[in-house]
């Protein structure tokens, strides 16, 4: 069965401080992976999306993720966050391209100005 | 452009009452449709998904039940409320073989 973990589920930091969230996940085949952004008041949205090629894959707003299958991982990092970041973040797996999506618990971000 | 609608957004309802949240899906046909239960620190569970018209797949045994009466329409439903229903719920649409999901503005329910 797929599962998701995320290893922060509160993450406060200042603005221009770097940013690593941690994503584990637990599928023995091939994946697809995500990352989703709820920024308050609004819809859970994409923020990025690894499906195939390139490890290292870049979303909006500055953010990437990198896919490392030895270690199961699909960590989202940004070199600088700013107080519009503030959001909570969920990582996603989709195994073999079925129908379920699996999120993790969700990490919760706030960002001091 | 497809857009997804989710109704109502907030609801308050009494302990053994009944559910209907509708979602219906616009400018797309044939979607895989999705159910989720939003907990604090518990993420997005999956409750239900359907990959056509009367096809529904349970994720989680429970209080609810799903049905898709139509191509785009989506309905979570309960015949009596527990207290341990009350949460956010979201909808979500997938389009074909691409992975990527689109989610409602969700409902927020509270059962007293």
């Known amino acids: 069965a797929q599962s998701v973990s995320q290893h922060n589920h509160h993450v406060i930091l200042s603005e221009a401080a770097s940013l690593e969230l941690g994503c584990n996940y637990s599928?023995?085949?091939?994946?697809?992976l995500f990352w989703y952004v709820q920024y308050p008041g609004q819809h859970l949205q994409l923020l990025l999306k690894?499906?195939?090629?390139?490890?290292l894959v870049k979303g909006i707003k500055g953010f990437e993720a990198e896919f490392i299958k030895s270690k199961f991982s699909f960590n989202l990092r940004k070199p600088s966050v700013q107080w519009s970041d503030t959001a909570e973040y969920f990582c996603?797996?989709?195994?073999?391209?079925?129908?379920?999506?699996?999120f993790g618990a969700g990490t919760r971000l706030f960002v001091k100005a | 452009s497809q857009t997804i609608h989710q109704w109502p957004a907030t609801l308050v309802q009494p302990v053994g009452s009944p559910l209907s949240l509708e979602c219906t899906v616009e400018?797309?046909?044939?979607?895989?449709l999705y159910w989720y239960r939003q907990a604090a620190g518990r993420g997005l569970q999956l409750l239900f998904y359907?990959?056509?018209?009367?096809?529904i797949s349970s994720e989680v045994p429970q209080n609810l039940s799903a049905s898709r009466p139509q191509d785009r329409q989506f309905i979570l439903s309960s015949k009596k409320l527990l207290l341990s229903d009350s949460g956010f719920y979201l909808c979500?649409?997938?389009?074909?073989?691409?992975?990527?999901?689109?989610f409602g503005a969700g409902t927020r329910l509270s059962v007293l």
């Open positions: 979500a649409w997938r389009r074909g073989t691409k992975n990527i999901q689109y």
């Open positions: 599928y023995g085949g091939t994946v697809n």
């Open positions: 690894y499906f195939s090629g390139d490890p």
């Open positions: 996603a797996v989709n195994g073999d391209g079925g129908f379920k999506t699996i």
């Open positions: 400018g797309t046909s044939n979607p895989n």
């Open positions: 359907s990959v056509g018209i009367g096809q």
